[in-house]
Nanobody, 118 residues
Framework: VQLVESGGGLVQPGGSLRLACAAS????????MGWYRQTPGRNREFVGG????????YYAHYVKGRFTVSGDTVKNIVYLQMNNLEPQDTAVYYC????????????WGQGTQVTVSS
């Protein structure tokens, strides 16, 4: 299975971007899908996710109120709408999926760069 992200790029502070992620490569189902991000010299950090059971979205405190995770885990598609972006949101954003076997986010995309700068 592959997760492919799209939608990254350069945006000014206060601007918006929408990332998309689609899974391909077979027939599968995930427990959840979501997003992590990583900046140079730092560990990857959780951004937000959405469960497949009831489509509940949950977020890290540093993006809550600005970012929205949505999608359809049955169709294996997830989005990340990012509003009011700040320079500290600059990072490589990774799409992730939780397989039923592990229950944890164990499938990762290649990542897409988001740069917030004037």
């Amino acid at each position: 299975v592959q997760l492919v992200e799209s939608g990254g790029g350069l945006v000014q502070p206060g601007g918006s971007l929408r990332l998309a992620c689609a899974a391909s490569g077979g027939v599968f189902s995930f427990n959840a899908m979501g997003w992590y991000r990583q900046t140079p010299g730092r560990n990857r950090e959780f951004v937000g996710g959405i469960t497949s059971t009831d489509a509940t979205a949950y977020y890290a405190h540093y993006v809550k109120g600005r970012f929205t995770v949505s999608g359809d885990t049955v169709k294996n598609i997830v989005y990340l709408q990012m509003n009011n972006l700040e320079p500290q949101d600059t990072a490589v954003y990774y799409c992730v999926a939780a397989s039923p076997e592990s229950g944890a986010y164990d499938i990762w995309g290649q990542g897409t760069q988001v740069t917030v700068s004037s």
